[in-house]
């Protein structure tokens, strides 16, 4: 479907915030408004200047992430450009009566472009199960009734005006032109859906009911994406492919999830603008001379390459257990043994050294003939060896060492990182979960992708932790990582839930991205997060990934290998 020229012109911007089911959710217009004027000129933005009710929220434009200060969950952001003709340029939401009397529900944005195109078209009926969308639903423009097929079930529906409009992508270009200088950009964008992804959640009370795909159906990641072409002034053109991501259920804030919200990928009138500002500079896109005279922030998208961190939505019915490998739920969970007494735990690993050679202890750095640093009294220390590594420590410096982590019977040698015994880490309380879904990771288009979510929330450090007592932060969960569904995809698997009862996979620390401290950091065990590109280093293809030990070596540095399975 081609976008005319006055249609560009009259496109509208509008950011969205990922909520918890991985669905995009728009912000008020007034709010948007705000935001775009902020944009150009800042790294971060109050929403709070925007609406007084999201007085705890604001937006980091260098990471693109709306930002909680009160619990420190971040979630991503995107800023999307809708054509002149689509439902928000013009203003209008769609929306359906819910169960409760009053409950109006707004749809989708990409199922209310749909919906307003009918509208506008006079026709009588709209079928979105013929639509790229395969919702189970028919749509009767006369009566303004939704019906559910196969039971018939009806809903009311309503279109109505927005009293505030998005900011048109001209009014911005004239800001943004007023602070960078630089000439301003003609648009020719040319969109088309190359396959279906309309997934959604499972009941009759929910407006979009359950979709159900044969399990030899499986769609790739390329599968799902909409493809488009930019001229700029300067007669360039860049290629661009922009994933697939759900669009918004409705107009809320950050602190509200209610209504439900159609599993829908993009439409010819949508265009995702800068999912990751990582890649927002010049230096990232296709040639830093055609894209300098892009917007501010569209460097990601209109360069050769762009980062795609999801998949397509997926509804619960989709989602299929791992071959092989108890769901989370069934797993038998550890309990963790302590060993309070370091001296029940070192005569297992240890021998005595008669005779000390005369270096320094690699834990408190004094002698070894000489008293330990973790010794009040003067008096000679004992000196023990490992077994398997056959280093060299005080006794008392070994005593200390295991005092300070998680007390589970365990002992890592600190020169070599021999393990002894069964080794555990500080990993703070939540959730792992993973299962099966029907899309490709790039290199791996002969099956279906696993998604594992880690899921923490903040908390309280306990003895085992850097500053017990302390409050920790937990940033950017849920976490969403992916490995193939192949043979060493699921041994990898197995691997990390064995990692994650050992609670190996996090700790609390020092962020490396941020430099924030007491807050839940990675554990030093890679994982990929990145679903259909390798843009950052974390997604595919990566052969070496599995192969290669990365993760495997990593694991067993840890003390989880093969012999656990």
Request: hydrophobic letters at 30%; aromatic letters at 8%; charged letters at 20%.
């Amino acid at each position: 479907m081609a976008t005319s020229r006055t249609n560009v012109s009259q496109a509208v911007f509008v950011w969205e915030w990922l909520n918890d089911q991985g669905r995009w959710r728009p912000y008020d217009p007034s709010v948007v408004r705000q935001i775009e004027n902020a944009y150009p000129r800042g790294n971060v933005f109050s929403l709070s200047a925007a609406d007084p009710k999201l007085i705890s929220y604001i937006l980091d434009f260098s990471r693109m992430q709306q930002i909680s200060e009160t619990t420190g969950t971040a979630r991503p952001v995107r800023r999307q450009m809708y054509s002149g003709s689509s439902a928000p340029a013009k203003g209008v939401v769609w929306q359906w009566l819910g169960d409760l009397p009053g409950s109006w529900n707004t749809y989708d944005l990409e199922i209310a472009c749909l919906l307003e195109e009918a509208y506008e078209n006079k026709q009588t009926q709209l079928n979105l199960s013929h639509t790229s969308y395969r919702l189970p639903y028919v749509v009767d423009m006369t009566t303004m009734n939704q019906v559910r097929q196969g039971s018939g079930f009806t809903r009311q529906i309503r279109r109505i005006k927005l009293p505030t409009l998005y900011p048109s992508v001209n009014s911005m270009d004239s800001d943004n032109n007023s602070l960078t200088k630089t000439a301003k950009p003609s648009y020719k964008l040319k969109h088309s859906v190359s396959a279906p992804c309309g997934i959604s959640d499972s009941n009759d009370g929910n407006i979009y009911g359950k979709v159900r795909r044969s399990n030899s159906t499986r769609l790739s990641e390329s599968d799902c994406q909409v493809k488009a072409t930019v001229s700029v002034q300067s007669g360039s053109s860049i290629s661009t492919t922009d994933d697939i991501t759900p669009s918004t259920s409705g107009i809320a804030s950050p602190s509200s999830d209610s209504g439900i919200v159609a599993s829908a990928s993009s439409s010819s009138v949508g265009m995702a603008m800068s999912p990751s500002s990582s890649l927002a500079g010049p230096s990232n896109s296709a040639s830093s001379a055609s894209t300098s005279d892009l917007p501010m922030g569209s460097s990601s998208v209109f360069g050769s390459r762009m980062v795609r961190m999801t998949p397509p939505p997926t509804s619960k019915s989709d989602c299929k257990p791992v071959p092989g490998i108890k769901p989370p739920k069934k797993r038998r969970r550890l309990s963790l043994i302590k060993v309070a007494d370091p001296d029940d735990v070192l005569k297992h690993y240890v021998s005595k050294v008669k005779k000390p050679p005369t270096e320094d202890c690699p834990i408190c750095f004094e002698e070894l003939c000489c008293s330990s640093g973790y010794e009040e009294s003067k008096a000679i220390s004992i000196v023990f060896k490992l077994e398997k590594c056959k280093h060299i420590f005080h006794k008392s410096c070994l005593a200390a060492m295991y005092s300070s982590g998680p007390k589970d019977g365990s002992l890592q040698c600190p020169t070599c990182k021999a393990i002894y015994g069964v080794k555990h880490g500080n990993q703070p309380p939540g959730s792992m979960d993973y299962h099966v879904i029907p899309f490709s990771l790039p290199g791996y288009r002969e099956c279906d992708a696993i998604r594992i979510i880690y899921n923490i929330p903040p908390g309280t450090q306990g003895p085992e932790h850097p500053h017990p007592g302390k409050r920790y932060s937990a940033r950017g969960f849920p976490r969403h990582c992916y490995i193939p569904n192949n043979d060493k995809g699921r041994k990898v698997l197995r691997l990390l839930i064995t990692a994650w009862e050992r609670r190996l996979l996090f700790t609390v620390g020092v962020s490396a991205t941020t430099g924030e401290s007491n807050t839940v950091t990675w554990n030093e065990i890679h994982h990929k997060t990145e679903f259909g590109s390798n843009l950052t280093g974390h997604g595919y293809p990566d052969p070496q990934y599995l192969d290669n030990v990365l993760v495997l070596m990593e694991l067993a540095s840890q003390g989880v290998k093969d012999e656990v399975l």
